[in-house]
């Protein structure tokens, strides 16, 4: 896998930068309100109210109730199906945790969520009691830990009890709580939850076929859970490896000696290492709308300026991705890891068509490298299984291409998207890009790179004047199967240009690699249609009124580098064209790609005009709310229903109103909007292995900058504005209205310009 492959160079990278993110997470060893969720409320919906927490395999829904507690939970390797059946992912079961309070009335109440530490808290006060709950998930000890406290003795008197969403046997042992079970494809499954009270008496007790954990008047409980399932991501062991009891014992016992502070210490301290490295502020909110449940916040944004809730949406999608998705595991599906149904929309699946490649927009840029490597493990993971089922349905082809729909065993179902894993393809070449690990590219991401370019090589049609077209495409989701659709021929263009610049940096190939180049030269072109907007087929049948959620077409723009303000402006300007037809308003994953390419067109007041299309509140608090896309009050985004992809996407979107890199420059401040004229952020990551330590713009002009080369490559700066250069060897030029500054770098190395 490469995350055993990587481990040593990520280690590395660990220690040279622990002391930096040490002192940091010292700083933010209490609650930060800036980025803090909250509601004055228990949740009552699971989808649209109650806060997720997760360590990228186990995940849970928190819910706050005082009568009753409630916490959903998952384990993302839970899944129905198989090579040859989608199945869908799967609920795993429920944790209550019953409270004898006679249902007495409570006052203080606040839940909260902190993403800056990842750290779910409940505070309320009933009786004269103030009661105190921290909840968190914990990457390095593999577990969910619940802490009960309060200001006075005997305060906990409970049942806490589990229930399996697949009916499987639930035991109580001591101060063991456990339930175990099997689905029809040999998947096992087991959740433990180990409960240490404070004082007090705790018993096992019967509840009809079930038993459950009793606690008396204790002074303080503390539940450790952990689940776990018998899949793994190999297809040589038929995906399935060690039985779940012998992991969950092992991780307990790891556990169970632990103190409470010193496991949330282990937490923190890990999440910090990767939530740290990145900070924005877009602006000053209203001291007294910002002191407002989030929720009420939502309601009062169209009112109200508020773009520090801008940026707690923008860290929230980073919370989400480091909770969902993280090195050894599997990548984050349509829900993250969260999902309480057996039947979740659309199977809750990876939807090859962009959802799954949305979801990882964020990661480079955004300084969360780490965590797309799930997203190349499960490429890799599933080559083979795609590889038989392309033959069968290409007989005369190399390499492999996928199904829209597919799961963690390789198996597919829906339509054939066959420039979906070339559109896969581009995220095993933006790792690179932005990490400049060769040895990754030669070991990793090449051959697989090469095995896509493969397939297409087989794939393509030559027309007799010798034009390539990709034959019977469809450009998702709509309009009609046929030769030379937009879409694909844009992937097709990525998918030959990395490969390309792949063998050229590894020097390989290099016959190969002439055919490949002699390939994308002959491809179909991009073409400008009679209402001058970018063609989605090769017909011109485009229809102005077309409002469709899916612009396919534009893949070019973003996340595609085929099209650009600068280097292609006809292109951009047909693009343009085509985005205002399509309008601003839609499903909550395409507004947060309308962003994105609102930012690649330079717009960044219609790219900000779509953000606050984004941060719409949908459903919920009984108001009125508008029907469409948009975001929950426990800031999930709502495609409608629930889908993360929205969520990843808007984060991304932010990072490329900020920066780009995608044009072999580092292009600052590109889609500005009028509103953020003053404001900072400290790493985000630009390919070429670039760390932007620092970035402050007052008035929209940069007024101090350092950039960091982690691998020593040639730097060019584009800026709105001049900049005075403290550096040596630094050439400057006017470029169009912007201002442009290229130099060699020393790895390691910090440039500044103020």
């Avoid at 103030?130 to 577990?143: A, G, I, M, T």
């Avoid at 705790?202 to 450790?224: F, W």
């Avoid at 990525?494 to 030269?521: P, Q, W």
Wanted: with cysteine; glycine share 8%; proline share 4%.
């Amino acid at each position: 896998m490469l995350f055993n492959y990587r481990q040593l160079l990520i280690c590395t990278l660990f220690s040279c930068l622990l002391f930096q993110f040490t002192n940091k997470a010292k700083a933010q060893a209490k609650e930060n309100p800036a980025f803090t969720m909250w509601d004055n409320k228990p949740a009552k919906k699971w989808m649209t109210e109650a806060y997720p927490i997760g360590n990228g395999r186990i995940g849970g829904m928190i819910f706050g109730g005082v009568d009753q507690e409630h916490i959903q939970f998952n384990d993302n390797t839970l899944w129905t199906g198989d090579e040859n059946d989608r199945g869908m992912y799967q609920a795993f079961g429920d944790l209550f945790i019953d409270f004898n309070n006679n249902d007495q009335q409570f006052t203080a109440y606040t839940r909260k969520l902190d993403i800056t530490r990842a750290v779910h808290s409940i505070d309320y006060k009933q009786n004269g009691t103030q009661f105190k709950r921290e909840y968190f998930c914990s990457f390095p000890d593999k577990v969910m830990v619940l802490r009960f406290t309060a200001n006075q003795k005997n305060a906990y008197s409970a049942a806490i009890g589990l229930k399996d969403a697949h009916q499987g046997t639930i035991t109580a042992n001591g101060n063991i709580l456990q339930l175990t079970g099997k689905l029809l494809n040999g998947i096992t499954y087991q959740a433990t939850a180990l409960v240490k009270i404070e004082n007090g008496k705790l018993s096992t007790v019967k509840d009809g076929d079930n038993e459950k954990i009793k606690i008396e008047n204790a002074d303080a409980v503390t539940i450790v859970f952990t689940a776990a399932t018998n899949y793994v991501n190999k297809r040589e062991q038929n995906w399935k490896g060690e039985e779940p009891a012998p992991k969950i014992d092992r991780i307990l016992n790891a556990v169970k000696a632990k103190s409470y502070n010193n496991l949330l210490k282990a937490h923190i301290s890990d999440y910090s290492l990767l939530y740290n490295r990145l900070s924005l502020n877009l602006g000053t909110s209203d001291a007294a709308n910002q002191n407002l449940p989030t929720y009420q916040r939502l309601i009062n944004y169209k009112k109200v300026t508020d773009p520090a809730l801008e940026a707690l949406i923008f860290q929230y999608g980073r919370y989400l991705l480091i909770s969902s998705s993280r090195a050894g595991g599997l990548p984050a599906n349509l829900q993250g890891l969260w999902n309480e149904s057996n039947t979740p929309p659309w199977g809750s699946d990876y939807h090859s068509n962009i959802n799954i490649q949305m979801n990882y927009w964020l990661a480079e840029p955004t300084n969360l490298s780490e965590c797309q490597v799930p997203y190349l493990d499960y490429i890799n993971s599933m080559r083979e299984v795609s590889k038989m089922h392309t033959r069968k349905q290409y007989p005369n082809t190399r390499g492999w291409t996928v199904k829209t729909e597919n799961n963690i065993f390789g198996g597919m179902s829906f339509l054939w998207n066959t420039p979906g894993s070339a559109w896969y393809a581009q995220a095993l070449w933006e790792h690179y890009a932005f990490t400049q690990d060769k040895a990754y590219l030669k070991n990793f991401a090449y051959p697989i790179i090469k095995e896509i370019a493969e397939f297409w090589d087989d794939h393509l049609k030559r027309r007799p004047d010798g034009t390539l077209v990709a034959p019977m495409g469809w450009s998702p989701e709509h309009g009609p199967t046929e030769d030379g659709v937009t879409h694909d021929h844009q992937i097709i263009y990525d998918l030959f240009t990395n490969y390309i610049e792949s063998a050229d940096i590894l020097g390989i190939d290099a016959d190969y690699k002439k055919h490949i180049a002699d390939l994308k030269a002959h491809l179909l072109k991009p073409k400008i249609g009679k209402w001058d907007q970018l063609q989605e087929w090769e017909t011109d049948r485009d229809d102005p009124k077309d409002q469709h959620r899916h612009i396919s077409h534009l893949f070019g723009l973003h996340p595609g580098r085929e099209i650009s303000t600068i280097k292609t402006p006809e292109l951009a300007q047909a693009a343009k064209v085509t985005l205002i037809a399509r309008g601003d308003e839609s499903t909550g994953w395409s507004m947060a790609w309308k962003m994105n390419f609102w930012a690649r067109l330079q717009d960044g007041n219609h790219a900000y005009k779509i953000l606050q299309n984004f941060i719409t509140p949908v459903g919920g608090s009984g108001t009125d709310y508008n029907k469409g896309g948009g975001i929950y009050s426990n800031l999930f985004c709502a495609h409608p229903p629930f889908q993360i992809d929205g969520n990843f996407g808007y984060t991304a979107g932010i990072s490329e109103m900020l920066l780009q890199s995608q044009a072999g420059e580092l292009q600052f401040l590109p889609a500005l909007p009028d509103k953020w004229k003053n404001g900072n952020i400290k790493g985000l990551k630009a390919r070429g292995n670039f760390e932007i330590i620092n970035l402050q713009w007052k008035d929209a002009k940069v007024v101090a900058l350092a950039i960091k080369s982690l691998s020593g490559e040639k730097c060019i700066v584009r800026s709105p504005n001049q900049l005075k250069v403290t550096a040596k060897g630094i050439i400057e030029e006017k470029s169009g209205k912007d201002f442009r500054y290229s130099f060699n770098t020393q790895a390691g190395k910090v440039y500044q310009f103020n």
